[in-house]
């Protein structure tokens, strides 16, 4: 007697489920209008109060440019840690099981690379402002403005309970992404144009 | 665990506090950049025999740790330094400019290294420079403390630049010399890594002179070898008022 065939039981079922929106997703409305609200701020104080073409110097290095270079050139390196410790944490590095201080390396390699990229901001934004005289500085002064707004949605998203998965991978990524972005339009761009110096 | 909570909020308040006390010092140290500026501006109105005391007063108030103690700023709030000069190569690649600014007068220069090239002469306007060279070449710039902008047209072709302050040896050099009876004129522009791209005009005095590649400048001697000869060079520098 034929025994009746039986579905995969990883594929159980072909009935539609109409998914609706994430309810838990409601939770990031007040951090993304809080990040909106940061990114606006940023924008607009570096647009209406006029570059004063000055800041604070740093000793040892030949111009503010050239610190700024360095210091965002830092932040990447930290924010390489972050990326490398997010991918072990969500487990997906084949072959690395989580260490205990994993988390610990994240937290304090993002608040590393946070304050260094603050610094160089308070710079851009107090000495340049939001620049819209070539491409590349719109693309620069646009990315580090949301930017911070993507890191202020990230970590007030932190503080509340039962969000959706995706939240932290999106927000970390698009934070990493938007960092790689002024990285190229400035760092990269400064070594590149004058060589590599202090 | 209400610990674990509050601490990304606290990485903000952090970063928030830390941008708002480096606002603060930035602010200070423009303020007392202004204020030299005040200082040297009602004490030499174009007097030479003045600038001591503007130095002076720049030496006692500019504790900011900015080499240029008494810049200037302009009615958009810009802080403009009075000697300064900036060299870097236009977007694209397609030469060099340089903008040396020396009290109320300014010179610049433009050069591919071969047949183009352009020097400017104009009066610097709150930080802004509206030059004009030979065959209807223009240069349009803004400039502030480490870096200056803006346009040059030469030869009917528009290069855009952002360049930033330098420092001797880099800078701008020239010379004007007879050899064998004819005038040259030369210039070089030595960029903040070294390089240098050098233009000259083997006979300047001609009724349409035309330009060629510069014989390398050796920086350390200011002398260039053209034709077998040992020619003198003169660099132009807002710091130092060499060239002006």
């Known amino acids: 007697m034929a025994t009746q065939w ?14 609706g929106p994430d309810p838990a997703a409601r939770l990031l409305v007040v951090p993304a209008l809080a990040g909106c609200l940061v990114a606006l701020t940023l924008g607009l104080y570096g647009r209406l109060h006029p570059p004063t073409g000055i800041a604070v110097d740093i000793v040892g290095f030949s111009s503010p440019a050239t610190v700024k270079a360095w210091l965002a050139t830092v932040a990447i390196a930290f924010g390489l840690v972050q990326l490398g410790s997010s991918l072990v944490m969500y487990g997906k590095l084949p072959g690395i099981s989580a260490p205990p201080w994993i988390g610990g390396l994240h937290r304090w390699s993002g608040r590393i690379a946070f304050i260094i990229t603050v610094i160089v901001a308070v710079h851009c934004l107090y000495a340049l ?57 400035s760092a990269f761009w400064f070594f590149s144009f004058f060589g590599f110096r202090r | 665990m209400k610990i674990a909570i509050a601490t990304p909020v606290i990485t903000l308040i952090v970063g928030a506090a830390l941008a708002a006390s480096f606002l603060f010092t930035d602010m200070q140290v423009t303020s007392v950049k202004k204020g030299d500026l005040a200082a040297a501006t009602a004490v030499a109105p174009g007097s030479a025999a003045q600038p001591t005391a503007a130095a002076s007063t720049g030496a006692s108030a500019g504790a900011g740790g900015s080499p240029s103690a008494s810049a200037s700023a302009s009615a958009s709030g810009f802080v403009i330094p009075p000697h300064a000069n900036y060299v870097g190569q236009v977007q694209g690649d397609l030469g060099s400019v340089a903008i040396v600014v020396h009290d109320t007068f300014a010179v610049a220069y433009f050069c591919n290294g071969s047949t183009q090239e352009a020097w400017f002469k104009g009066t610097p306007h709150d930080g802004n420079l509206s030059m004009t060279g030979k065959g209807n070449a223009t240069l349009t710039a803004s400039y502030a403390l480490g870096h200056a902008r803006g346009t040059v047209v030469v030869d009917g072709i528009s290069h855009v630049f952002s360049i930033i302050a330098v420092h001797k040896p880099s800078g701008l050099f020239q010379s004007i010399a007879v050899v064998r009876g004819a005038t040259i004129k030369a210039g070089w522009i030595v960029l903040a890594n070294g390089t240098q791209v050098g233009s000259m005009e083997p006979n300047e005095l001609a009724a349409n002179p035309t330009s060629q590649a510069a014989p390398k400048l050796d920086v350390s001697s200011l002398t260039a070898q053209y034709e077998g000869t040992t020619i003198a060079v003169t660099p132009i520098d807002g710091e130092t008022g060499s060239g002006f």
């Open chain 1, 129 to 185: 402002g939001f620049g819209t005289y070539t491409p590349r500085v719109i693309a620069h002064s646009v990315a580090g403005c949301l930017f911070f707004g993507v890191i202020t949605v990230k970590m007030l998203a932190l503080t509340r309970r039962g969000m959706p998965g995706w939240v932290m991978p999106l927000l970390g990524g698009l934070a990493f992404a938007l960092l790689i972005l002024i990285w190229f339009t």
């Open chain 1, 6 to 19: 039986d579905p995969p039981p990883s594929h159980p079922s072909t009935t539609v489920v109409p998914v």
